[in-house]
């Protein structure tokens, strides 16, 4: 080094260039929506982990926390995500294991069904068809509005007793029916039939599979599996059968 060097000022760092700041500011813009999105995130996971555990979640709530989502479920356009079979299948199983009373259990999902359909009917018969042209939002898709509606054009009153057992279209299957102006009397009919077949049948399989079946709480998981697959069953049945007609 040049001793004349040895006491001059180090020359100031180069600017960086326009193409650089842009560069910066994305990559911080960035990494800032990314830790905002972050917890949000983590939170909407947490939520779904803890609501599709289900033996978790029947330890967690109990009866009454069961009675509100099977009224959730039936009841309230934001519930279609809700376990309903699957939480059916594992509380008989755990009413075979002593942890739940059956005879009570029945009868108050039972009851809880009713309530929700029939708040569903009451939110379709207020709204009428205002509810066909409601924007989505994070809760609410109204393709399942839709496509619950052509399944009621399709299957008439019935339809409220076969959506119970279809997720989602069993959601919104009531609020359909009010919005299509059945009549009460009629409604309510195929409401009681319906729920007490969808709760007593799902809870009743669970409750004999592990009265017996030795140690079948070891592969509770696998029982829940095939729950959600055959509640889905119909759902894929009927979209294969949309597709092969439009390609015909």
Request: with cysteine; glycine share 8%; net charge positive.
């Amino acid at each position: 080094m040049d001793p004349a060097d040895a006491g001059a000022p180090a020359p100031a760092p180069a600017a960086p260039s326009a193409y650089q700041s842009v560069v910066y500011s994305e990559d911080s813009r960035s990494a800032i929506e990314a830790g905002e999105r972050a917890p949000f995130v983590e939170l909407v996971e947490s939520f779904f982990k803890f609501f599709y555990n289900v033996p978790e979640l029947i330890r967690i709530v109990g009866l009454y926390g069961m009675i509100f989502i099977i009224f959730a479920e039936t009841g309230l356009m934001v519930g279609f995500f809700l376990p309903g079979d699957s939480l059916l299948v594992t509380a008989g199983l755990f009413a075979a294991k002593g942890d739940l009373n059956i005879v009570l259990l029945v009868p108050c999902l039972i009851i809880a069904a009713i309530c929700g359909n029939s708040t569903g009917y009451w939110i379709g018969s207020r709204a009428g068809k205002a509810l066909y042209s409601r924007p989505n939002s994070f809760l609410f898709r109204r393709e399942h509005l839709l496509r619950t509606h052509e399944f009621y054009e399709r299957h008439g009153g019935k339809t409220i007793i076969l959506a119970q057992f279809m997720p989602i279209v069993r959601t919104f299957a009531p609020v359909v029916a009010g919005a299509a102006q059945m009549s009460y009397r009629r409604f309510i009919t195929f409401n009681v039939v319906g729920a007490v077949i969808w709760i007593t049948s799902m809870t009743l399989t669970g409750y004999y599979l592990g009265r017996f079946i030795p140690n079948i709480e070891s592969r509770i998981h696998i029982v829940i599996a095939i729950v959600i697959f055959l509640s889905l069953l119909p759902g894929i049945i009927g979209y294969l059968k949309s597709k092969l007609a439009e390609k015909r």
